[in-house]
């Protein structure tokens, strides 16, 4: 089992859906949650970051952190075809190794 | 600033071959972190190199090695290639602001081994 699970999707929403993203993950080590945004032929780049449970807001993204579940997601409002891209989750315990979800893939139609 | 530069942006090898990839992080940043992304495997870290020291390692076979200059540019290694090495690598430089930790991702080299 990996350390952290992503749907891959594809998720395919029309521009003005609210979009969920979201990771399980299982080590309860895990402090700092960051979401990733991967455009085609790009690097990631950061979009999110959170430490331990608790929400932050930014713009049209929200992150969520739910550490009792082992449960991450990021919210995105009034998506844009320019959010087309791959989103990745990840997360460590401090200034070890990042572990990253596959990453799903995201679609958004005009 | 310039961002994290990696050259070169395309390779195609044959197995058995071996292959350097190099990385320039933004300036004055010390962290180099390398990751192999694939799609069914999605990014894997490689190791990290902080002032030309490793200083964290993933679990990929010896034929992976890396180093790091003192002007913090990194080159990593493969060795033998296979198959399976085929793969977008990309390098990161990992900075803390505020107790933020943020990795400033390269582009990427995309190796295509035969």
């Known amino acids: 089992q990996k350390e952290v699970e992503q749907d891959p999707g594809p998720l395919s929403v029309p521009e003005g859906a609210i979009v969920s993203l979201n990771c399980t993950y299982s080590n309860s080590a895990f402090q700092y949650f960051m979401w990733y945004r991967q455009y085609s032929r790009k690097g990631p780049e950061l979009l999110m970051y959170t430490y331990s449970s608790g929400n932050k807001e930014d713009g049209r993204f929200t992150a969520q952190v739910d550490k009792s579940s082992k449960y991450i997601s990021l919210f995105i409002r009034d998506s844009q075809p320019s959010d087309s891209a791959t989103y990745l989750c990840a997360m460590n315990r401090g200034t070890d190794k990042l572990i990253f979800g596959t990453g799903t893939r995201l679609q958004v139609f005009p | 600033k310039a961002g994290v530069t990696q050259t070169p942006r395309y390779l195609i090898k044959t197995r058995g071959q071996q292959v350097t990839l190099s990385c320039s992080p933004i300036?004055?940043?010390?962290?180099v972190s390398w990751y192999q992304q694939t799609p069914g495997q999605g990014l894997q870290f490689l190791f990290e190199y902080f002032s030309e020291t490793q200083r964290n390692k993933g679990n990929f076979p010896g034929r992976f090695s890396g180093r790091q200059f003192s002007n913090s540019r990194s080159e990593m290694n493969v060795s033998t290639l296979e198959l399976g090495d085929s793969a977008l690598y990309l390098c990161?430089?990992?900075?803390?602001?505020?107790?933020?930790?943020?990795?400033?991702f390269g582009p990427g080299t995309r190796l295509l081994v035969l």
């Open positions: 300036s004055g940043h010390r962290s």
């Open positions: 990161a430089s990992r900075i803390w602001v505020g107790g933020q930790e943020t990795q400033y």
